[in-house]
């Protein structure tokens, strides 16, 4: 039947009945697609002559016999299809009934087909994997690994010392572990060293039975290796660690200075610190050693999680530096390195200190993170913002005590760090600053023994174990140990200047003093509050009147003025022509004008409660203090920094120091210090040999805020450039 002559085609039914004329794009379709879409096209134009014949055929024996059970008829009269083929089909049907009819018949088609072809993908899904698995299991067979701890650590120690090594040695081919396993099978056979031959060959069968390198190593390349051909023995001293020696102070104005330079906030220095150890006879302290373009090799060997050397604080020639010496025998060949030992508060540092020694015990990072919020518990409870200011109004405010004395003295905390009266150099710092150390140091020690039970009360995973919690509240302490000493030596710069006053930056009010502050004084606060609010309630001419009074004489008129205008504001200005004696007094009083403002606000109609609320908190303060404003401004000496530390960490170029505000000039500098330093500490990072060039007979200077009233000169000095570590805010270590 022509799509011109079918009655059902002439009415709306849904697309997929429609029979198209073909095109390229109909030529395009699936032939499944195909087969369904002309099955279901043919089924629309009704049954064929043939098949309406079975139909006369069938309704003649349901004649015959009426009481046949309804499962014996061939056709089901409740279903679709029966009631299309027993109301006849093509142009003799209904139109409308017979159309609706095979519609929903061709709908339910669609669906089977779809369902069905859902099934198969599945099952071909399902073929696929079985085939995979097929495959895997017949080139990588289960194994049941048997063997001992000792063969386990065996294989462990083999990879450490033979295998990483010789991935490292071979630099830009170190990832193809089939060319590193062929290279260790040649060099054992030919030396006769069965165990790494064999070992070499067990790796070469995994790939050889795999057919492809699947896997890849990414290697770190190497720093100092040994090259005496017996090897290095145990507890031998390697080199001393040197560098350029910044005091604390120092060392962060540097740190600030190359970040205002560079826009960085990690600076990528060689840096190391130097800590004095506790039972020296002048205690405690903290410097910083920057050995990137003056010291020994010492600064350029690798960190590893699973050392072979370790940094010793020594005594040498009536100085403090720091020998590294190996803790077991070192082949030839064998790269020498040492645990760095690194603590940060930097998260962004942290993260970006990837360890890439692929040692057994590697930890994933060179750096340990103490400003995680897993560290922070007590800190945040035990020592807030309140508590902090309340320490400082302490320490300007009690006495040190004998147990404030002996509190600093368990800490390591003698002459070096808080001054000698014989030393001219580094005087005795004052009794405040001993104090707030001391009170900090208070603190500290009930963190060291709450933190453990905090961390073991984590939820997993973050749930450490007792003896990690204990080694983590240690380390904590040690940085905050660190933290304290930074903080002396910034103090102990600004008091040391010529002419400082040395005194208490806080002091206490007297009673009569927090009175005139809240009320009796012109510029009290509850004066100011009351103007306030009047210049908000009051015409401008009433407003000036009462912004001009400053006595009790012109409060008390102003009052007279407005009390019947603006009753309960003339009742404030009377409470002001009052004067109070005390803080008490003076507290009750504002007290009142709190009550006096809310009651303003409600008739006025709001605006006055925020101030009230203000006026609240003044009113509930029972300590109060003043800052000292003796102390004198100063201007810290010439920053002098190399122009390659500056390129290090970013580079400059002329565009770039008009943007960052650097002015260049010429201007020649001189050495810095050098000296010897101390424990390995502070942020580090993979070292490589470097090279040295000679200095720069063309030095600039960098002024890093020009239009700045302290004026810093930043000058740089030629020397040679290496890889950098990164620069810690805090370290930990030491012998």
Excluded at 152 to 163: C, L
Excluded at 203 to 213: C, E, M, R, T
Excluded at 370 to 392: C, I, N, P, W
Aim: hydrophobic share 35%; glycine share 8%; net charge negative.
């Amino acid at each position: 039947m022509s799509k011109e002559t079918s009655p059902l085609l002439d009415q709306e039914q849904p697309q997929q009945l429609q029979q198209q004329e073909p095109g390229p794009d109909r030529q395009q379709q699936h032939p499944e697609s195909l087969q369904q879409q002309q099955h279901l096209q043919e089924n629309s134009r009704g049954p064929s002559p043939a098949a309406a014949a079975e139909t006369a055929n069938v309704e003649q024996r349901q004649q015959q016999q009426p009481g046949q059970q309804q499962h014996d008829s061939p056709v089901d009269e409740a279903s679709p299809e029966s009631n299309a083929v027993a109301g006849g089909g093509g142009d003799e049907c209904d139109g409308g009934d017979d159309h609706q009819r095979r519609s929903k018949r061709a709908r339910k088609r669609v669906m089977y087909a779809d369902e069905a072809m859902e099934e198969l993908k599945a099952q071909a899904r399902e073929h696929k994997k079985s085939d995979r698995e097929a495959l895997l299991t017949k080139y990588y067979p289960p194994k049941e690994l048997n063997y001992s701890k000792a063969e386990e650590d065996a294989v462990h120690e083999w990879i450490d010392d033979v295998f990483l090594p010789a991935v490292n040695a071979a630099g830009n081919q170190g990832w193809d572990m089939v060319r590193v396993a062929t290279d260790i099978k040649e060099k054992a056979e030919a030396q006769g060293h069965k165990i790494n031959a064999a070992a070499a060959d067990a790796i070469l069968n995994q790939f050889n039975s795999s057919g492809y390198p699947w896997f890849r190593l990414h290697p770190k390349g190497r720093g100092v290796i040994v090259t005496r051909s017996e090897g290095v023995a145990p507890f031998t001293f390697v080199e001393e660690y040197l560098g350029e020696v910044h005091t604390g102070w120092r060392w962060f104005e540097i740190q600030d200075a190359i970040k205002k330079i560079t826009q960085m906030d990690l600076p990528d220095f060689y840096n190391i610190a130097l800590e004095r150890p506790k039972d020296d006879p002048d205690g405690y302290d903290i410097l910083f050693v920057d050995a990137a373009f003056m010291g020994s090799f010492a600064s350029r060997m690798s960190h590893s999680c699973t050392p072979n050397c370790q940094a010793v604080v020594v005594s040498s020639g009536g100085r403090l530096t720091v020998a590294l010496y190996t803790i077991r025998h070192v082949a030839a060949g064998e790269e020498l390195t040492f645990d760095y030992s690194c603590v940060t508060e930097s998260e962004d540092e942290f993260k970006q200190a990837y360890c890439m020694c692929s040692t057994r015990h590697c930890r994933g990072s060179f750096l340990y993170y103490t400003g995680s919020k897993a560290y922070m518990q007590v800190l945040e409870e035990k020592h807030t913002f309140l508590d902090r200011q309340a320490l400082l109004l302490r320490c300007c405010t009690e006495p040190l005590s004998d147990a404030d004395k002996a509190r600093l003295e368990a800490a390591g905390l003698r002459g070096s760090v808080l001054g000698r009266p014989d030393i001219e150099c580094n005087p005795e710092t004052p009794d405040w600053l001993k104090k707030w150390a001391a009170l900090t140091l208070q603190f500290v020690d009930l963190e060291r023994q709450l933190l453990p039970g905090e961390l073991q009360a984590l939820p997993p995973p973050l749930t450490q174990a007792p003896a990690d919690s204990v080694a983590a509240a240690v380390g904590v302490e040690l940085n905050r140990l660190q933290n304290i000493c930074i903080s002396l030596d910034k103090a102990k710069h600004c008091l040391n200047q010529p002419g400082q006053c040395r005194d208490p930056p806080l002091a206490l009010l007297t009673d009569e003093e927090v009175a005139e502050y809240l009320w009796n004084g012109d510029r009290s606060v509850a004066r100011r509050a009351v103007k306030a609010a009047a210049a908000q309630i009051l015409e401008q001419e009433d407003s000036e009147s009462v912004q001009a009074a400053s006595t009790a004489a012109e409060y008390q008129a102003a009052a007279q003025h407005l009390q019947y205008s603006y009753p309960l504001l003339a009742a404030l200005l009377t409470q002001m022509a009052q004067t109070v004696t005390g803080a008490a007094a003076a507290r009750e009083e504002l007290q009142r004008v709190v009550t006096q403002l809310r009651d303003i606000d409600i008739v006025v109609g709001g605006g006055h409660t925020r101030a009230a609320d203000v006026l609240q908190l003044y009113a509930s303060t029972q300590v109060w203090f003043t800052a000292n404003k003796d102390y004198i401004s100063f201007s810290s000496p010439p920053l002098q920094l190399h122009e390659e530390m500056i390129t290090m960490h970013g580079g400059l170029d002329a565009a770039a120091d008009t943007r960052k505000g650097v002015r260049r000039s010429n201007s020649g500098t001189g050495p810095g210090p050098t000296a010897g330093s101390g424990a390995a500490s502070s942020g580090a990072g993979a070292g490589g040999r470097h090279r040295r060039g000679g200095d720069s007979s063309d030095d600039d200077e960098y002024d890093p805020d020009v239009s700045s009233e302290d004026e810093e000169a930043v000058r740089r000095r030629g020397a040679g450039r290496g890889r950098g570590r990164w620069g810690g805010a805090a370290g930990r270590g030491g012998a």
